[in-house]
């Protein structure tokens, strides 16, 4: 008889998920597991994994697809590069429908045709190098940073950097680790430049974005989250970005952190009390950073007003 309260158990322990194994030794058979998937009862999110739940029926969760894709590939397999990023919540790279799951290199693999969004790859992984993220094999943060910036274009790469080091999944001294995974393969040269320019104290890909804006325009900021106190030390705000000798604050205002009325109006009142003490603050959004010569023109404007 099957285990309905046991797999509902198994699969909240699981992202959602279960295995066609796991559902027959709790007591279901092939044909019940055929026609519970087909009914549309339990979705497959990939071979021989499946979402039981019928409230998730729709549209697994993503972390539930993840899970499945790495399951059915088999032992050894592991999430990898975007995906493993994803796992750590690393931020900095552009999110897709994409799974990146390696499997060992002696294992002959086919890339699924079932499954389009599977990306199977075959990385000489060491013990070192796997972890297991919220029950979910992956490669360790420092190696995911390492494959990850071997690939990614300059800005996602520093963004992914920063990223790491501001969440404290890696350290200063971690960086040499990265830099000696990626000695000798293609995209080292261009991966430790990337790692030079890594600042952790950056709070978001926006900030290091704006940042790379202004380093490339040839108006680098002196300092980072920068506090600005009165003459009694009273704090009056935390700036992105400042030039201290210019007293200019840029600020990169992300679409979601700044868009609630509570987050608007403590932003309004900080600007205000920050232009009270005589600094400029500049405001700067993910569209300005598309644009090379926007914030740099902005600051340097800035600068120039201020002497």
């Not at 978001?204 to 380093?215: D, F, G, Q």
């Not at 506090?227 to 030390?233: A, F, L, W």
Request: aromatic residues 4%.
């Amino acid at each position: 008889m099957a285990d309905l309260d046991g797999l509902s158990r198994l699969a909240a322990r699981q992202d959602g998920v279960v295995t066609a194994g796991q559902a027959l030794r709790l007591g279901f058979t092939r044909g019940q597991i055929r026609h519970l998937a087909r009914s549309g009862r339990w979705t497959r999110v990939a071979r021989g994994c499946f979402v039981p739940a019928p409230e998730q029926a729709v549209a697994a969760p993503r972390r539930a697809r993840i899970r499945a894709a790495v399951t059915s590939m088999g032992p050894g397999a592991v999430a990898v590069l975007d995906t493993a990023a994803e796992l750590h919540r690393i931020s900095g790279l552009r999110a897709t429908a994409a799974i990146h799951v390696s499997v060992p290199p002696d294992r002959p693999v086919r890339q699924r045709r079932g499954d389009p969004n599977l990306v199977v790859h075959q990385l000489t992984l060491g013990a070192n190098d796997i972890c297991v993220v919220g029950g979910v094999p992956a490669t360790t943060a420092v190696r995911t940073v390492a494959d990850v910036i071997l690939r990614a274009a300059r800005y996602p790469s520093v963004c992914v950097i920063d990223s790491a080091l501001n969440r404290r999944l890696l350290t200063e001294r971690d960086l040499a680790l990265v830099s000696a995974l990626v000695a000798g393969r293609r995209g080292a040269v261009a991966a430790r430049a990337h790692l030079a320019e890594a600042d952790g104290r950056a709070q978001s890909p926006l900030e290091t974005r704006t940042r790379l804006r202004c380093v490339d325009g040839g108006v680098p900021p002196d300092v980072l989250q920068v506090e600005v106190r009165d003459d009694d030390g009273y704090l009056l705000g935390i700036g992105d970005l400042g030039w201290r000798a210019a007293r200019v604050i840029a600020e990169a205002d992300g679409r979601d952190p700044h868009r609630a009325p509570r987050a608007v109006y403590e932003d309004r009142m900080r600007q205000n009390r920050l232009v009270n003490a005589g600094w400029t603050v500049l405001r700067f959004t993910w569209s300005d950073t598309l644009r090379p010569d926007y914030i740099p023109e902005t600051v340097r404007r800035a600068l120039r007003n201020s002497r």
